[in-house]
Each structure stands twice: as C-alpha cells, then as structure tokens.
C-alpha cells in the first residue's frame, strides 16, 4: 500500500472506531454486534469477511457467468472462491422483465454445479425502468401494478426461473426505489409502490415450487425519500439490502456508516424487523481510488455478516475489471484473499 493509503487508513482507524463504539452503545434488538475497537487499530489487517458469500457484477448473461472463473483466479488459490452470481434483467420492456432463456439458462447451469452456491438477481418493476419517465406517469403505472394488472409478468418469471434451476434464487426487486433514476421509484406514490410489491411477491410465490427470497435493497441515504417509507412489510420481505457506493464526494466511510437511512440505520431497521441484512451492490464511485472506502466496507460486512455481498466490477466502481483503482484493488485482494 502507498503512503497516502496507509494514512488515510490510519485517519479510518481512529474515525470509524468512534463511530462503532457510538453505535455499541445501543441496546436491544436492533443493536448493531461491533466487537473491540483494537481490529481497526492502525497496521490492522482488514478482517476478512469470508462468512458471508460473496460475488460480484460481471456482465450480462453468459459473458458473466464466464468471468467468474477469472475473478477467482485473480484472489487466488487461497482465496475462498467466489459463490454469488449477479444479474440483472433488462427493464426495456415486459419480455425483458419475465427473462430469456438465453440470459438465465447459463446461469441455472453454473447454480446447478455447486449447492452452496447462490443466484441474485435484480427484477426491474416496469418497462422504460430507465427513460426518466414524469412522476405522473410513474404514479399511474404504479397503482395499475397494485392493482394486479402486471401479475401474469411476474408469473411468467418465476415459472421460468424454476424451469431453469433456480428456484431459490434472490430477488432484488425494485432496487434503489428511494432514490430518481428509475421508473419503479417509490417517491410519487409510496403507498401504490408498497401494494405493488406486495402483489409482485403473492404472485412469484404462487408457483409451485418456487423457493424465492425477496431483497428490498434501497440506496444508502436518505436520497429523494426516505427508504423505509417504501417498506412493504415484513410479511413480504426476506432480505434487507442495501447498495452502497463511495459517494458523494467528500464523504468520509464513516459519515457513510451514521449518516440518516446509512449503513448503520439499515442494519438497526433489519434487526428491528428480524431480518437479515445484504449489500447487493457496493463499489468506488465519486472519491476515486479510494483503498480507505474498501477497507471500511470490508471491515463493516465482516462485523454485520450479511446473507451475501457483491461489489459492482466495472468502472469506475471496480477492483478487478477496471484497471484505474490499483490501491483500492490491492486492498480488496489482500482482504479478500487468505494467506495474501
């Protein structure tokens, strides 16, 4: 590691030890397990969050099945090897959202090959998900879904997922909701937006032989709206998740932990609800190579212990795949990696 990066790692150790012994002070169950403040102590290594499954977003259909392979070659034989696959659905129009057969089956292949293994994918809620469409017309095509009017769409997923071997896969439906980029947001309507989900899920989980867990995986922050005013119940969901970039700029990681809706409010919010945690997507963003960020997330998901953890490796997020983030890389390898 540089100079630089052993500084700044110096200025997270005694910040982000703040911030959790803060954070250790709360109590019940929504209570955050954060351990001695001696593992984030200068020189420490970053604690290796092996316990939970990790993976990370490689490209789309086959293409990214294949990548797998390199970025374990990559960590290394010591490494533990990478158990997570990523994908997402095109949010284009209805056939995207229901899937192919061409996009899914190689991934029902790879499942298929190790039983530890586990599927996430991301489930766009409506068509045009990306055309910057007005809130009216957002709010109208929300309400139209919690009607039932898009059930068979849903249906027709699940059916197609189980026919592919992914009957348990996890669903990350209508991620990012708090936030303006997307058609499925949940700001001009939150209470269509809940009723919606709530009828995506009836209908995924009434084909026979599904397995599915669902993942309300919000951005970090509190964004356009706050993400727990998009919470459909607990009836509904399985996973808590959350996707958590390196940004904005200027933000140290432990603003990011204790910040409104932050990293530390989304795991006090699980454990309130009794449910696990997850970072669906995670990775560099508006600070740059930034090895301090990687270390905090790493330290953060090796106290939480989500159900999985993936980081999005293309840039500028990644560590593997995009060659402009040479300190953050080495960070994520060593930390990543036994025996490095």
Known sequence: MTPDGTRGIRRLALTLGAALLALATLTGPASVPLGEGGMYASGAPAPRPTAAPFGA???????????????AGWLGRTSPAPRVGREYLSGDRWTGIEGSDGQLADWGNWRRARP??????????????????????????????????????????????????????????????????????????????????????????????????????????????????????????????????????????????????????????????????????????????NPVYVRGMLTWIARVRPVYQSITDYCPHGVWGCGGNPRSSGVYRRGMGWGR
């Open 57 to 71: 977003y490689l490209g789309y259909g086959p293409a990214g099945v294949r990548r797998i392979a390199g970025l």
């Open 116 to 289: 530890d293994r586990l599927f996430v994918l991301n489930v766009p809620m409506l068509p045009r998900n990306e055309a910057h469409l007005p809130d009216a017309t957002v709010r109208t095509e929300l309400r139209r879904g919690a009607q039932g009017r898009y059930d068979t769409h849903f249906r027709a997923l699940a059916e197609r997922l189980v026919r592919l071997g992914l009957p348990d896969a996890v669903l990350v439906v209508g991620w990012e909701m708090n936030g303006i980029t997307y058609t499925h947001r949940c700001g001009p309507d939150p209470a269509a937006w809940r009723a919606y989900w709530r009828r995506i899920v009836q209908s995924m989980r009434s084909v026979p032989g599904q397995h599915f867990r669902f993942d309300f995986a919000p951005n970090r922050g509190r964004d356009a709206v706050p993400w727990t005013h998009c919470y459909p119940g607990d009836r509904y969901v399985d996973i808590i998740g959350m996707d958590t970039y390196d940004s904005p700029h200027g933000m140290s990681f432990p603003t990011q932990l204790r910040e409104p809706y932050g990293l530390a409010a989304q795991v006090r919010f699980a454990r309130t609800h009794r449910k696990p945690v997850s970072y669906p997507e995670w990775g560099l963003y508006r600070n740059g190579d």
